[in-house]
């Protein structure tokens, strides 16, 4: 009798983990449009949840990024989430490890639109569908973590055709340059960001403390800025006797 319990308390096991194991890429649609608020979907989800294909869809635009994925079984045996992340043809993406101290990205080689990445970085509380951006962003890291609060590694990001619209205002950036680098004595990473071209002047400091990114910005109009951007810019606050506005910006990751 006792054999017999035993039998088909491991038949049950096993059923349970097959059913979990062979779970369908669909699974993560759900997932980032949960993170999201919506804003992104996973369109034409093919495979498994651990081991798909499928296109990062912004609801909001036609922005649309292919990408695959294989999780680490191993890792989640560990209690760590290990993902590989790749573009059409296998070309690495990024690798990404996650455990409950540590956060690291490795070998980051990402060609983003910027209209996703925006989804993802969007204020927490802002509702979906309200910021927008357009361009691409280059993402170049051998690789950086955060380990128990303290931020290593370096991260290159490149916003080219940058443009951002909010609240209906579509406002042009030009290419926006951005480096982040551990500081001595700091547990983050920091970086400043400068603007070239575009209907405003963009500079500004920008902090990444374990999950959540902040940044302070100085938002100035240049000779050539249109009326309407002008007036939107004072909108944002009242500028100094330079006539710069300075604006800050939090989001968590």
């Given amino acids: 009798m006792r054999a017999r319990v035993a039998r088909f ?84 993406f990024a690798n990404v ?38 361009g691409v962003l280059a993402l170049e890291s051998p690789g950086f973590q955060w380990a128990d609060g303290r931020g290593e590694g370096s991260l290159e990001a490149r916003w080219q055709r940058a443009r951002v619209v909010f609240a209906g205002l579509d406002v042009d950036f030009g290419d926006v340059e951005l480096a982040l680098r551990p500081q001595s004595g700091s547990r983050d990473l920091r970086g ?17 403390s374990g999950p959540t990114v902040s940044a302070t910005l100085a938002l100035a109009p240049r000779v050539t800025t249109p009326g309407f951007v002008r007036g939107a810019l004072a909108l944002l606050g009242s500028p100094d006797q330079s006539g710069i506005v300075h604006v800050a910006w939090t989001s968590r990751l």
């Avoid at 651990?50 to 990408?67: C, D, E, I, N």
């Avoid at 400043?192 to 990444?208: E, F």
């Fill in 97 to 134: 490890e996650v455990t409950r101290s540590r956060v690291r990205f490795a070998r980051v080689d990402a060609r983003i639109p910027a209209a996703i990445a925006a989804a993802f970085a969007a204020p927490a509380g802002m509702p979906a569908g309200t910021l927008a951006a357009g």
């Fill in 9 to 92: 308390a491991i038949a049950a096991v096993l059923a349970v983990a097959a059913a979990v194991l062979f779970a369908p890429a669909t699974l993560v649609d759900a997932l980032v449009g949960q993170r999201t608020q919506g804003a992104l979907r996973l369109a034409d989800a093919r495979g498994l949840w651990w081991h798909g294909s499928g296109t990062l869809a912004a609801t909001a635009s036609p922005a649309r990024l292919a990408l695959g994925w294989r999780v680490g079984l191993g890792a989640l045996a560990r209690g760590a989430l290990d993902v590989a992340l790749t573009v059409p043809g296998g070309t690495p």
């Fill in 192 to 208: 400043t960001l400068a603007n070239r071209g575009g209907d405003l002047a963009l500079s500004g400091d920008v902090v990444v």
